[in-house]
Structure formats: C-alpha cells, structure tokens
C-alpha cells in the first residue's frame, strides 16, 4: 500500500464503551462534526456467555441487539456520507449480526448502500476438545489450573483477535465492519492500521494505535465521564461530548469531541483513562503489538485537545488471550435498611442473627460476605466504623454449588423485618433473586490455533 | 508533615479478575516525586491490610506522573463471583487518597504541599 500523506488525519469516533451505554452516543458522534469511523464496543468478559445461551434458544440470536438501533440511527451517515462503522457486537453469531443489519437497512431504504465484513474465527468452543486433545491445556491464567477441572461446565470460548481480519474487510470495500471477540482496542487500531497502510511490523505506530483504542475503548470515561479530577467543575454532563481520535500516519493523534458538547478533555481526564484496568505499563500486550504505556507522551493542545505522542512498542506474544466463560455456582444478595439510632449497631445485630440461624439450618456456602452501605462496604474500615452514620443498609451475599441451600437463604431475610432488631425498613423488592454463576476463565493459546475468517455480505 | 494523598493526587481503578488496579496521578507535575519518594509498595500494603488478600505491586509511569498499584485478592473473587458492591474495584481509587503520608517538613514547604487537614 502506498505511504499515507504526512498531513492526513483520519477521525475515529467512540460511540459505545459498553453494551448497555448511552443509545443517544452513536448518532451524537457521527451528526455532530466530522468523523471517518465510528467505533463501537460492546462486549465483556461475560457477555460471550449470555449471548451463547441466547444463541441455544435461538439460533438467530446471540449478538448485542442495540448494535441494530445504533445502525439505524447512523444509516444516514453511513449511506450518504461515507462514515464506517466498526463494532464487536457480532458475539457468538456475527452472521446473524450482519443479517439483521442488512434486514434494518432494507427497512430504512439504504440496503444498497451498507456493505458489511463480518469477521469469524474467535469462536472456539466447537473445537475445545480438540485443541485439549492437541494438547492446548487452557490453563487459568490466574490460578494455573488447567481447563479440564471446568471443561464440563463451559458455555463459551473465544479467542481475543486483533486487527488483521478488520483491515481485510476495510480493504475490501466494506463500511460496516461486525466482530465478534475482537480485542477493544483492535477497533480502533484497525481503521487506522488500513488509511495509514501501517505495516504489520511497524511497532511504534500500531502501539499508537493501540493506546488510541485505549483510551476511546470507554466511551466518555476519557471525556469528563467519571473523572474525579475538578469534577464540580466539569461543563454540562448532561450534553457530554463522546471522545474523538484524529490521528496522523506517524502515530501521533490528539483525543477531542465535537463542539457545543459538554464533558472536558484535558491531559487529567485522558490520563485517568489511561491508568485505568492497567497492568504493567511496560508490557500491555494485545495480539498485534506489545504497547509501553511508559513512553506516552501528553501535551495539551488547546481546549478540549490532547496531543498524545511519543509512543513505542515491540513484537507480539506468541498467544492469543482466550476467554472462557463457565458455570459457577449459585448466588444471591439481599439487603434491608437500618435507620437511626445506632442504624450501624441494628445492622450489626442484625447480621449476627441471620448469620446464627444460617447456621443452625445447616446451610454451607463457600462464601457469605456481609457488607453495611452507607458506612463501611467499599472503603472498609478506612472510613470508620459507622456508629455515627444516620441510616445504613446491611447488604448480605451468599454464594455456593448448593442451588437449594441459595434459595433457602433468600428465606431468611424479609422475617427479619418483623423477628429482628429494630427501625429497619426498605424490603419493598422482595426476596432476592438466586442467580446462577457464570464465571471466567482466562488462558493463552498458541496464535497458530486460530484462524480467523472475512466474510462481505450486502 | 503530615499529606493526604487527596490532596496532592488524582485516581482512577478498575479491575482485572480478582485483581484491582489503582492509577494514582499527581495533581502537579511536581508533586509525582512526592508520591514516588512516599507512596511506597510498603505504604500501601499496610493501607490495606485486612481488606485484600494478596500482594500489593508497584509500577511507575513518570511520563504521567503517575504510580499504577495493582492490589491482588481485593475483589473477593472478581468479576461475577463477587458478592462485593465494589466488585469491578471502581472506587479502591479514593479508598487510597485516604492514605496519609509523612513529608519531611523541608521538602513539603518546598514543592508548596497542602497539610493534611
């Protein structure tokens, strides 16, 4: 591919940071100022699970369905202006994905003009027993345990994958391009990686890449959303401005929003963004790059401009991550509220006479975990004790393999309100809901063992 | 003198299985070598003694001025094992600017540090 222009910039525009993120962001972002892509992230590490049952119920379903409003209120953009749209929100069934794309833009009269990659591959769980067999142990990256102790148990498992299969679609005229576990960042790198023709071992410029998906990967969070720094005197939430990405081909970029939005970009709310779930900053390792967050350079740029630069990187890892979701048990949480006086001591009482008679049902957990919000549930015993605080809600989770034993608890907390300790108040919900566990496994496999797949379809 | 890490820091953490992460950011360029020089691994692991399991690591981001610690075995469990309202380890951010830490006068004076209220 023929070097990019030095003075090219391209806009990649962050609309979603997770499923379940503001329905108002993606059409803001491609309305409100120029942008090239629109980027989208839809999926946690436990999303794959859900969407996999929905895929047994249903074999049409299985990918994050607000992906398809958010099409719809960007097809104007998308048919007549030439913005991309790049989401993982294929999940485990990126054909159905694409399909019901394609159904929503004959719906809105543009099916002509959306043309959609869809990238597979990253769905291994049809092939697990092989790759056991072909001896990938899976083990827990976090407990060393290999797959086999869980492997009757798994719902799904896909590999993490980067940016390759997104430039193939790009390179081949797509606009829409559907995912299903790509990596977060890859979203963002991938865009760039095809308008820079950015070779596959230029280290530094990918590792840009990388950082820009970094920090676009959460939508707001790096734009005023969730920012402690002068946070009261952060403009006008209400109207928050989604980040935005102009990058250039020698890896530099600058992360802004559109103007007339509210929110602030500054080098505190870009760097918050940065530190956050970090790791080792030497080594952020993703499957096209190992980034150093160490070598970023931020430099302010104007208002609600950050010049980010600077940044290297080197080779990737022979692995990609694969996540691994499986069942887990059972759970439950429950709670009442206890008011003043001594809301704490009520609470306290209160939580030693369910505990007892936990006990003397004979019910076994692997873990109860008692917590008083309003005094000491997330910063413990650093923020006091709570004897003085005027209300408190005593909050108590179980969970365990026993199905019958987690209902039985969920039994235990409403009598409270009429047999227990006294001034005590908000049980309007009812009982708890006992909700089956579905927890994660991380592991590395050998990057030979997955192949990935570009597929148009319009 | 005595600082709180409020006053001269900014933070923001988040989670990674049963692992939290906190980044701890200067408030100006020039008080990073004071979180450096006293914000040890030591100082924190005895900041949270009793609430995380595991061990405290320490990283340094001088080009952000800024320290990463990640706090292992904080989470009880993580993700969707966790019975804990903090289960993503969202705010182990301002449970650390909590910390109070000892400045020698001369070098709290000298960069202009806020006392500790």
Known sequence: MAEARQDKVVRVASGQGFWGDWLEAPRRQVEGGPVDYLMLDYLAE??????????????????ARDFIGAMESVFPAVAERGVKVIANAGGVNPTACADAVLDAASRHGVRGKVRIGVVTGDDILGRLDTLLADGHELRNMDTGEPLAAVRDRVLSANAYIGSTPIVEALQRGANVVVTGRSTDTSLTMAPLRHEFGWAEDDWNALAAGIVAG??????AQCSGGNCL?????????????YPIAEARPDGSFVITKHPGTGGRVNVPSVTEQLVYE???PHAYITPDVVAD???IRLAADGENRVRVHGITGTHPTPFLKVS???????????????????AMEKAQLADRVLRERLDRLGLRFDQVLSEFVGATSTH???????QDA?????????????RAAVERFTREIAPLVLNGPPSVTGFAGGRPKVEEIVAYWPALLDKRAVSTAVTIVE | MKVRLLDIAHARSGDKGDTANVGLIALRPEWYAVLDRHVTRDAVSKHFDGQITGDVVRFELPNLHALNFLLHGALDGGGTLSLKTDAQGKVYSTALLRLIVDVPDAEAVDLGLPAAP
């Open chain 1, 46 to 63: 436990v999303t794959m699970s859900i969407l996999q049952k929905q895929k047994e119920r249903d074999p049409r379903m299985g990918y």
């Open chain 1, 214 to 219: 970094h920090i676009l990967e959460c939508g």
């Open chain 1, 229 to 241: 720094h002068d946070w009261r005197n952060i403009p006008d939430l209400a109207n928050v401005g």
């Open chain 1, 278 to 280: 970090m790791g080792d």
């Open chain 1, 293 to 295: 967050f160490t070598s």
């Open chain 1, 324 to 342: 691994i979701a499986y069942r887990a048990g059972f759970k439950a949480v429950g709670s009442l509220v206890y008011a003043w006086p001594d």
């Open chain 1, 380 to 386: 413990g015993p650093l923020a006091g004790d709570g």
């Open chain 1, 390 to 402: 005027p209300e408190v809600q005593y909050r108590i989770g179980v969970r365990g393999g026993d």
